[in-house]
């Protein structure tokens, strides 16, 4: 109820684990000077088709404790939260998610257009979600770490402010090793996972919803008239 009370409300207002910060000294200790900026890359994926005439809003993520900052989040094996020192996301984790969102729906060409809460465009549609896991589990230090996302997403027709479909996204994926090159790339997969099944679910809701101007396909090429003896 807390979630559907949230979205509500919105619709009514349309490297390794040495590399690890705050560990205290030893393999933990970072000396970098400044940061190294990472960015996530909207995963590729197939069409969401027919393509729905109306617009869908983005809205930024919430996120759980821990996870509303640019850090690349580390969860240790005695629990503790902590981050990889030297090194960032392009952006908070809730800027940095409604983005991918944003960019992975546009380009699966879905809805007519796809825009953010922020801007200027009222749309049919809003999705709203919640950031639950984004980081690199670490069973032990040393071992290369399970990367886990999950999202927590609620679609919601506007006019009416109806809630229309609560989704879950989860991935899961194994770093290959210990680099930080390799977490980024296990990010990658398990954020496409994620991402895939909110994108899928979001698409089916509002195609199901039937209350918009429709879903329009792209026209067949037009027939021509055989050719007479």
């Not at 998610?97 to 809460?117: D, T, W």
């Not at 950031?131 to 609620?154: D, I, N, T």
């Amino acid at each position: 109820m807390k979630h559907r009370s949230r979205l509500l409300a919105a619709l009514a207002g349309l490297c390794s684990a040495s590399l690890l910060a705050g560990c205290g000294g030893g393999l933990f200790q970072s000396h970098q000077a400044a940061p190294q900026v990472y960015e996530l890359r909207p995963p590729a994926a197939g069409p969401l088709a027919p393509r729905i005439a109306a617009t869908l809003v983005v809205a930024r993520p919430a996120v759980r404790p821990g996870l509303d900052s640019d850090r690349i989040a580390v969860l240790l094996p005695d629990r503790r939260v902590d981050a990889f020192a030297g090194s960032r996301w392009s952006a908070p984790v809730p800027v940095l998610v409604q983005s991918l969102l944003i960019e992975g729906l546009r380009a699966r060409g879905g809805f007519e257009a796809v825009v953010a809460e922020r801007g200027a465009f009222n749309g049919r549609y809003l999705l709203q979600s919640e950031v639950r896991e984004f980081a690199a589990v670490y069973a032990s230090e040393g071992a290369a770490p399970l990367v886990r996302v999950q999202l927590h997403a609620e679609l919601g027709r506007v006019a009416d402010r109806r809630l229309l479909v609560t989704l879950d996204g989860r991935g899961e994926k194994a770093a290959t090793g210990n680099r930080l090159r390799d977490v980024l790339a296990a990010f990658e997969a398990a954020y496409a996972e994620a991402a895939d099944a909110i994108a899928a679910g979001t698409h089916a809701a509002a195609l199901a919803d039937g209350s918009g101007d429709g879903a329009q396909q792209e026209p067949a090429a037009a027939q021509r008239p055989a050719a007479g003896p």
